[in-house]
């Protein structure tokens, strides 16, 4: 096919790229993580100017006869994962993130688990200032709601 523009010389179309439809409710944000910080932590990161990052990561546990390259060294299905960047003191909302399609048929019907990860943005420093909890669960369970997650300093 080719596109014509007035004024311009006839150029090929691009070809069609496929994109991953991105997972996303239209009541809301998916899920949200609030973060607390001890008051060492909070003092610290604001006197760096620190940012930090929570990190979201999507698997699943395979369906019957999925095909082994779905599947990795742990016996799980990678879907995807979707980072936040935040000040302290703000929440991460994840609304819309893009799960890989492919890999989603290949998992069971519990659906998607998720596993939450918070560090230091490492912008004053190369290595991670905090020692947070986690958050690991289904999917399911945090939709529309909001994952707490503590942080402190580490050695704290």
Same mark, same amino acid.
Request: net charge positive; hydrophobic share 35%.
């Given at each position: 096919? !080719? ?5 311009? @010389? ?13 997972? %996303? ?23 760096? &100017?620190?940012?930090?990052? #929570? ?10 006869? /999925? ?8 016996? @799980?299905?990678? !879907?995807?994962?979707? %980072?936040?960047? #935040?000040?302290?003191?703000?929440? /991460? ?5 893009? !799960? ?9 019907? @519990?659906?998607? &688990? ?5 560090? &230091?943005?490492?912008? &004053?420093?190369?290595?991670?200032? !905090?020692? +947070?909890? =986690? ?5 399911? /369970?945090?939709?529309?709601?909001? =994952?707490?997650? /503590? +942080?402190?300093? =580490?050695?704290?």
């Amino acid at each position: 096919m !080719l596109l014509v523009r007035i004024g311009a @010389q006839p150029q090929q179309a691009a070809p069609r790229v496929e994109q991953q439809p991105a997972v %996303k409710s239209s009541e809301g944000p998916l899920f949200t993580v609030k973060m607390s910080f001890s008051d060492k932590a909070k003092t610290k990161l604001t006197e760096k &100017s620190e940012t930090v990052i #929570v990190a979201a990561y999507f698997t699943g546990s395979p369906r019957k006869g /999925a095909p082994k390259r779905f599947v990795d060294n742990t016996g @799980q299905v990678g !879907l995807g994962q979707a %980072k936040r960047e #935040v000040a302290p003191g703000e929440d /991460a909302t994840f609304a819309e993130f893009k !799960l890989q399609q492919d890999a989603l048929k290949q998992i069971d019907e @519990q659906g998607p &688990s998720l596993l939450i990860n918070v560090y &230091s943005g490492r912008k &004053s420093s190369k290595d991670n200032l !905090l020692d +947070c909890g =986690i958050y690991e669960g289904t999917l399911k /369970a945090v939709q529309g709601k909001s =994952i707490p997650i /503590a +942080c402190k300093l =580490i050695g704290e």
